[in-house]
């Protein structure tokens, strides 16, 4: 079992451009949840997929941000136009089910806005 | 508004030491609390859990204990050791809506453990 697989591990985006977080969970798991990290600081809750679903983007940026998890494939989070702001790292988590809180995390992409 | 918070932002211990990491939150309706340990460049491992059913829960060299009438948590690392260094969380989770629930992070105690 492989765990949760996160890519690019980092990945460098001028202003303006797009930034494509791939995600791909556990074997078996179908809840995906999108974190991020500033420098020194927690984890922030962004966004809880379930495939084909968004069930929670309480804490997803209204605009530039999209997160989506289809029936194939991993789960994307997309930031359009990055500003120096969007550079942290991005962490993904799965669980096999609904209110399983031992999420198991991937090893983070970190982005840098240049 | 929801949190979760810690006490220290840095513990430095002496290996052997027994470590005590704290925890308050804030929201009463949580009923499930987990510890997550990060190293450096990796992501989040968890740790141990307990639920609000529970004041005490033990597992390999530590101990959670929860105490929900001043709403803190508590990991306890016995004969700490240097790869134990480490920032840790504790998360709570937090019920945004019917159909799923998500876990909030506090802002991490950082854990050094010296020789």
């Known amino acids: 079992n492989a765990g949760v697989m996160q890519n690019p591990r980092h990945l460098v985006r001028r202003r303006g451009q797009e930034a494509r977080l791939r995600c791909s969970p556990m074997?078996?798991?179908?809840?995906v949840y999108w974190y991020r990290q500033l420098p020194e600081e927690g984890l922030k809750f962004m966004v809880y997929?379930?495939?084909?679903?968004?069930?929670?983007e309480s804490g997803m940026p209204k605009e530039r941000f999209s997160a989506e998890f289809p029936k194939e494939g991993p789960s994307i989070l997309r930031i359009q136009q990055v500003v120096r702001g969007d550079s942290a790292a991005y962490f993904c988590?799965?669980?096999?089910?609904?209110?399983?809180?031992?999420?198991?995390f991937g090893s983070g992409t970190r982005l840098t806005v240049v | 508004g929801e949190s979760v918070g810690l006490h220290l932002p840095t513990l430095s211990v002496q290996e052997g030491d027994n470590s005590i990491i704290n925890c308050a939150y804030s929201?009463?309706?949580?009923?499930?609390f987990i510890w997550y340990k990060q190293e450096s460049g990796k992501g989040p491992q968890f740790i141990i859990d307990?639920?609000?059913?529970?004041d005490k829960r033990q597992g390999q060299r530590v101990t959670v204990l929860l105490n929900k009438t001043v709403k803190h948590l508590s990991l306890q690392i016995a004969a700490t050791q240097p790869g134990d260094s480490a920032v840790y969380f504790c998360?709570?989770?937090?019920?945004?809506?019917?159909?799923?629930?998500?876990?909030?992070f506090g802002k991490g105690t950082t854990l050094s453990v010296s020789s």
């Open positions: 988590a799965s669980s096999p089910r609904r209110d399983d809180y031992g999420y198991t």
């Open positions: 074997k078996g798991h179908s809840h």
């Open positions: 997929l379930q495939k084909e679903n968004i069930i929670d």
């Open positions: 929201n009463s309706a949580s009923d499930y």
């Open positions: 307990i639920r609000s059913n529970m």
């Open positions: 998360a709570e989770n937090s019920r945004a809506n019917q159909a799923g629930t998500a876990l909030i």
